[in-house]
Each structure stands twice: as C-alpha cells, then as structure tokens.
C-alpha cells in the first residue's frame, strides 16, 4: 500500500495460476467485477493484470477524498 498527496493505492501480485481476462465473471464467479465495482464507487481505478499460468497483479487506486470527505488534503 501506497500513498501521496492525492491517492492511495494497493497493490496486490499472487503467483496462482492466472486467466485471460476475458473469461473472468463467465464462471458465475463475480470477485473481479464486484472489486471494480467498489473501487468505482470511490471514484478510483482498477488495473487488472493476467496471463494463464502466471497469477494476477492487481491495482486499486483511490483518491484520498473519497477515504476522509471530511478532510482537505495539504496543498
């Protein structure tokens, strides 16, 4: 986990078997999308990053208003 002035960011590698991601949330299975789901809702961005055989790297970006609304970040 990361963070500057105007975001905060996780990061997450595995080195499982991966997929392409094309066929995520074709299984009945929604992990992916319910994570982008969220992370948009925060008005952040997710990166998806697979190949078979090679597991996921993952990166959720948020910017920090949408963690503390009530706070103004430091100019």
Same mark, same amino acid.
């Given at each position: 986990?990361s963070c500057? +002035?105007? =975001?905060?960011?996780?990061?997450?590698?595995?080195?499982?078997?991966?997929?392409? %991601? #094309?066929?995520?949330? /074709?299984?009945?299975?929604?992990? %992916? !999308?319910?994570? /982008? #789901?969220?992370?948009?809702? !925060? /008005?952040? =961005? !997710? =990166?998806?990053?697979?190949? &078979?055989?090679?597991?996921? /790297?993952? =990166? +959720?970006?948020? &910017? %920090?208003?949408?963690?503390?609304?009530?706070?103004?970040? &430091?100019?």
């Open positions: 986990m500057d +002035a105007k =975001t905060c960011s996780i990061h997450i590698d595995n080195n499982g078997r991966g997929t392409v %991601l #094309e066929d995520t949330g /074709r299984r009945g299975s929604f992990g %992916l !999308l319910g994570m /982008r #789901e969220r992370v948009r809702q !925060l /008005r952040g =961005t !997710l =990166t998806i990053d697979s190949t &078979p055989g090679n597991g996921f /790297r993952i =990166t +959720a970006t948020i &910017p %920090l208003s949408a963690i503390r609304p009530d706070e103004t970040p &430091p100019v």
